[in-house]
């Protein structure tokens, strides 16, 4: 069955780097995401990727994040100047379509994300 | 704003038991509403999907109802086993960019 990756599984980082957390969506899909979840916490909407542009972000995706398309397949979430609040696991999500059939959201396993 | 509220937050069943998950949410205009499994530490599997238009959906032992008019939804759980044993999660999709909003989720452990 086709999958949703994502890299690294588990990064730790020192406070104020630049990360760069990298996924493959499943190779026919349109539209990607970016989620995270806080330990304990609810799972929360980032950003929505379509047709090479961001079709909706969060409130918590402020300038301090970004998103790339850089080839036909991966898509990346790059976070500039960490803080220790964006502790987390992110996920990484893909669908065909947004309505009827064919909208099942595929997520990746997740990159976990500790800053120090 | 819409929300997602799942109840009960954790939930423990001897094996053999049939269970019910509940998921409500505050707009009743969505376009579809998918449950999923997490086990600890990992990512979310799709369980099943209910687009707006439809009143369930039935994968093995498990059976997803949606009452778009009402607000809510809820998990059936079929004789459940020790592997049943994860977090459960609801979420809407309710806006034109695929976006979901999650509940908080349920935490099940199947005694065996």
């Known amino acids: 069955e086709p999958e949703v990756t994502q890299t690294p599984s588990h990064q730790v980082t020192q406070m104020g780097q630049e990360v760069i957390l990298r996924c493959v969506p499943i190779s026919n899909h349109l539209y990607f995401y970016w989620y995270r979840q806080i330990l304990g916490q609810k799972v929360e909407f980032l950003v929505s990727f379509y047709n090479n542009e961001i079709s909706e972000k969060s409130e918590i995706f402020d300038d301090q994040f970004s998103v790339e398309r850089p080839d036909g397949s991966n898509f990346t979430l790059k976070i500039r100047s960490t803080k220790l609040e964006d502790s987390a696991m992110y996920f990484c999500?893909?669908?065909?379509?947004?309505?009827?059939?064919?909208?099942?959201?595929?997520f990746g396993e997740g990159s976990w994300l500790t800053v120090v | 704003k819409q929300e997602v509220t799942q109840i009960p937050a954790a939930l423990s069943v001897p094996e053999g038991e049939n269970l019910v998950l509940n998921c409500s949410f505050t707009d009743s205009a969505i376009y579809n509403l998918q449950w999923f499994r997490q086990d600890p530490g990992k990512g979310l599997t799709s369980l099943l999907l209910i687009q707006s238009s439809q009143r369930e959906q039935t994968s093995g032992r498990l059976n997803a109802s949606l009452d778009k008019s009402s607000g809510r939804s809820t998990l059936y759980i079929a004789a459940s086993q020790p592997g049943d044993s994860a977090t459960y999660l609801c979420?809407?999709?309710?806006?034109?960019?695929?976006?979901?909003?999650f509940g908080q989720g349920t935490t099940l452990q199947v005694k065996p």
């Open positions: 999500a893909s669908s065909l379509f947004v309505q009827g059939s064919g909208n099942t959201i595929y």
């Open positions: 979420a809407v999709v309710s806006g034109n960019t695929g976006k979901l909003i």
